[in-house]
């Protein structure tokens, strides 16, 4: 007889793991300043079961998962003011492929500082080191901002002039 029986059977006893990345592609460690904040849970395979109860956050309030597939979850969460956002797997979750595999007892995590304050000026001083200077052709001012700000310009500026008055111009 010549009658072909095979079999196979394949055992799946590989644990999921998860990769965290900012869905806006910041940095772990990076700057944001959206809110809420997105991040993007990647397992390595297929899971079962993955929700808020086993999340680890940190400045993160109402976090929200959304399935995007069998292995991809978007966890969105609130913050305010500038706060260091921390979001990851609590490592005592236990997270299971379909084939009953358990994820590791480790921590996984994801790192962000948000900012959401505006700059503002915090200071504004006399340069030129000169105590009248009504009689100089030009004054020097500094002025300096709580944080790094781009695109200043000139028309971003209140003045006003009493006497002669002057032309204004920005350095940095």
Known sequence: NNNNNNCSVFIDRVKPNV????????????????????????????????????????NCTNPIITKESS??????CEVKDKNIVIVGIDGSSRISDYSGNFNENTLTFFTLTIDLLKPFPISFSL???????TNLKSIELLLTFSEQIYGLTINNLNYNFNGTGGIISLSS
Do not use: A, M, R, W
């Not at 292995?71 to 969105?76: G, K, L, P, Q």
């Not at 340069?127 to 200077?133: S, W």
């Open 127 to 133: 340069l030129n080191n000169t105590k009248n200077p």
């Open 19 to 58: 990769t965290i990345s900012n869905k806006n592609g910041i940095l772990n460690g990076g700057v944001s300043k959206n809110n809420p904040e997105e991040f993007l849970f990647h397992f390595s395979e297929p899971i079962l079961n993955f929700s808020v109860n086993q999340l680890y956050y940190i």
């Open 71 to 76: 292995t991809d979850y978007i966890v969105s």
